[in-house]
């Protein structure tokens, strides 16, 4: 296995070599870094950023919502969640990290990304891909032929300076606004980063456009947002992968994610998490899919402590179809509270849920499911299916699934398994030659596959072999 | 040399004891047969010999001499042994052709690129008049009775074990089915492997010649003798051992 691989997932037997956070200052530096919330660093935010009033009201707007609600209680633990230790923003010591070319990423930077062993899919589909490095979009290249396309792809904050109606159109308001949810009001006064992607009527952009995120300091919030308008018949694919080495300070990520699918675009939207497992990882994702129009999420959150995600599609208009594809993975200490919301609010709309978790070492893998059908919304159709695996006694897997169909003529598939992989399984692989923890780890992949291969091909190796460092040491 | 060499053997499962001192050797080559009724402990003797985790094993057995039953399982089929399974397991979403590659890697100690080894799977499921999609599907995955079978007597050809312990090759095959598997088996074969076959009914023998057939009842071998004996054992019932005994 690839040393540097380890690195990357932060895998405690591996942290030896990877950079410690001194070393990571050392590199990067910074100019402004605070430790707690508040609303002067808010202020600073919106000073720094030079924004326009409208930006700059609607933080100060999101962080009293913040400030009001509470912290939820009615799914995973969140009481250890410190708010007055998190950075809200950290920007590198230049200001001209944003390059076009690899050639114009400075070495140092690249030295970390080395260290930190970013994965061969980043290197290949360069062309593609901009990488975000704590706030600031460190890195970001496109295609030519994207731009000639009329596709706007670049970061939120250079996004809401250059676009500035297209982004006030979206950003917050019909999709994700900073009333939803505690975590989402956190976001709308802290946001930094993140990408903004315009692709116009009909165009079709012919490559996955890819994007890392990472987390490099310790309490370091990250909350970067990203907005995602296909119009009418465009369509596109969108990869984040996010990785953060091993810290000691509890960190969070409140990211908010915001999709527009107009008539007839298809959009699919892939995101792999593997942070360290420190990391409270609270978002919020939603699309809003119109008429025929296709939304497809195809996620994996394998790291990070206390995971609360379900990617969530409003079927607006008249035919629209979602596709919610996921895996789960808790080991030691982890709670993944995941699963997906559909809401069909319009007639023929049709949706897919398929989600597959892991549990093991004393793990939770909790499937919270949301199926709405409306009144009057006739020729609904949605097929749910959640499978677990629990590799030992100590793990624990349930599902919550909750449906609310209004409709009479609604055709609802729901089934659900949890399975434990039995010593039979493993002793038949093992009876031809294959050890205890490849045979494990092979049950593992098997049982996601049907996940798997919808990823890009580097996506599918990596994830796969993830799964193989994770089932390392899960034999008895 | 024996290939195997099993002395006193008991087996427990949780703390019954299901083979109650067994001795048996099987030199290379030598096909033998063992037969016998439901819970006579047949089953539980090639599944103890194949380390299955359920049971105990305790005893002397040798497999070219060293201790078997110091080995895990893996080192077991990686040293050349071969258990063909009744009820196979299914491994949802592995492609058997991706499953048995890793096998022949353990098995053979050699990296292999893929090619290659589709190469030389494709012999073996031309050999066996198998579809080249058969090897795509997931191991044992919506498999039929008789294609689970088949899909263990292709892993038996792919690794090349030195005993091949086939489990009730015949339960649930029709007389035809039975009749090719056997054949293929025939036709596999190397004339140093060994083969153990347990099984209820004589008529495997037909389509394979036994060096040796043995009787096992209550967990113990209580008859042993040449395929003569299992025909009569076909002819008269089990009864006729049981009185006379």
């Known amino acids: 296995m690839d040393a540097n691989v380890g690195k990357l997932y932060g895998r405690d037997a591996e942290l030896r070599d990877a950079p410690t956070t001194e070393e990571l200052k050392a590199t990067v530096g910074s100019t402004a870094e605070h430790v707690g919330l508040t609303i002067d660093i808010v202020k600073e935010i919106s000073d720094f950023k030079n924004e326009p009033d409208w930006m700059r009201e609607h933080r100060l707007k999101s962080f009293k919502i913040f400030e009001s609600k509470p912290v939820p209680t009615w799914g995973p633990d969140l009481s250890h969640l410190d708010f007055n230790q998190i950075v809200g923003f950290v920007r590198p010591k230049g200001k001209e990290y944003k390059a076009n070319t690899w050639d114009e990423v400075p070495t140092e930077i690249k030295d970390t990304f080395e260290k930190l062993g970013i994965p061969e899919a980043e290197r290949k589909f360069l062309a593609g891909v901009g990488a975000q490095y704590d706030s600031e979009v460190l890195y970001k290249s496109l295609r030519k032929n994207i731009s000639e396309l009329g596709v706007i792809y670049t970061d939120m904050d250079s996004a809401v300076r250059e676009y500035p109606e297209l982004v006030q159109k979206y950003f917050m308001n019909r999709c994700v606004p900073a009333t939803d949810n505690k975590f989402a009001a956190l976001h709308g006064a802290f946001w930094s980063g993140g990408s903004f992607l315009y692709v116009p009527k009909d165009v079709v952009v012919p490559m996955p456009l890819q994007i890392y995120f990472m987390m490099n300091y310790p309490g370091f919030g990250q909350f970067e947002h990203t907005l995602i308008v296909a119009e009418e018949g465009a369509q596109v694919q969108y990869i984040e992968g996010c990785s953060a080495p091993h810290y000691t300070k509890d960190s969070m990520h409140a990211a908010v994610v915001e999709i527009f699918a107009h008539k007839g675009s298809r959009v699919r939207y892939t995101s792999i998490q593997n942070w360290s497992k420190n990391v409270y990882n609270l978002n919020t994702k939603r699309a809003l899919v119109y008429d025929n129009a296709v939304m497809e999420w195809v996620g994996g959150t394998l790291g990070s402590g206390v995971t609360m995600l379900y990617p969530c599609s409003m079927l607006l208009g008249k035919g629209a179809r979602a596709e919610h594809l996921s895996i789960a993975l808790a080991g030691e200490g982890q709670v993944k509270d995941t699963g997906a919301k559909v809401f069909h609010m319009a007639p023929d709309t049709s949706s897919k849920i398929v989600s597959k978790s892991i549990c093991k070492k004393g793990g939770t893998v909790r499937y919270r499911g949301m199926l709405m059908v409306g009144a009057g919304c006739t020729g609904v159709k949605s097929n749910v299916r959640c499978d677990s695996i629990i590799s030992d006694s100590d793990s624990k897997a349930e599902t919550i699934p909750v449906m609310d169909i209004r409709s009479k003529d609604a055709v609802i598939g729901h089934e659900a398994s949890v399975g434990r992989i039995s010593e039979e399984q493993l002793f038949y692989l093992m009876s031809r030659g294959i050890d205890a923890e490849e045979a494990l780890a092979l049950v593992v992949r098997g049982f996601i596959e049907p996940i798997v291969k919808e990823l890009p091909l580097e996506y599918a190796v990596e994830m796969n072999r993830l799964i193989e460092m994770e089932m390392e040491g899960s034999v008895g | ?245």
């Not at chain 2, 491994?91 to 499953?99: A, E, I, K, P, T």
């Not at chain 2, 005993?163 to 088996?185: F, P, R």
């Not at chain 2, 153990?196 to 043995?214: E, F, G, P, Q, S």
């Open chain 2, 1 to 245: 040399m024996s290939l195997l060499e099993i002395n006193g053997l008991k087996v427990f499962a949780d703390e019954k004891e299901i083979v109650k001192g067994l001795s048996l050797t099987v030199k290379p080559g030598e096909v033998h047969v063992i037969m016998g009724q439901n819970g006579s402990g047949k089953s539980t003797l090639l599944n103890a010999l194949a380390g299955h985790p359920k049971y105990r094993a305790e005893g002397d057995v040798k497999f070219e001499g060293k201790d078997l039953l110091a080995i895990k399982p893996h080192e077991r089929a990686r040293a050349g042994m071969f258990l063909a399974f009744q009820h196979p397991n299914e491994v949802s979403g592995v492609s058997l052709s991706n499953f048995l590659r890793r096998a022949y890697v353990a098995r053979f100690n050699k990296e292999i690129s893929v090619a290659e080894f589709e190469k030389i799977m494709r012999e073996k499921m031309q050999l066996l008049g198998m579809e080249k999609s058969f090897a795509e599907r997931g191991v044992n995955e919506g498999f039929s009775g008789g294609e689970k079978k088949r899909s263990e007597i292709l892993q038996l050809a792919v690794l090349e074990p030195k005993l091949a312990m086939l489990d009730e090759l015949d339960s649930g095959l029709d007389v035809d089915a039975l009749g090719k598997i056997a054949e293929t088996i025939a036709l596999i074969r190397k004339p140093e492997t060994s083969i153990i076959i347990v099984t209820h009914y004589a008529r495997i023998l037909k389509n394979l010649k036994a060096d040796h057939v043995h009787v096992m009842r209550d967990g113990k071998i209580i008859a042993s003798g040449d395929e003569r004996l299992a025909h009569k054992l076909e002819e008269t019932g089990y009864s006729w051992i049981n009185s006379s005994v």
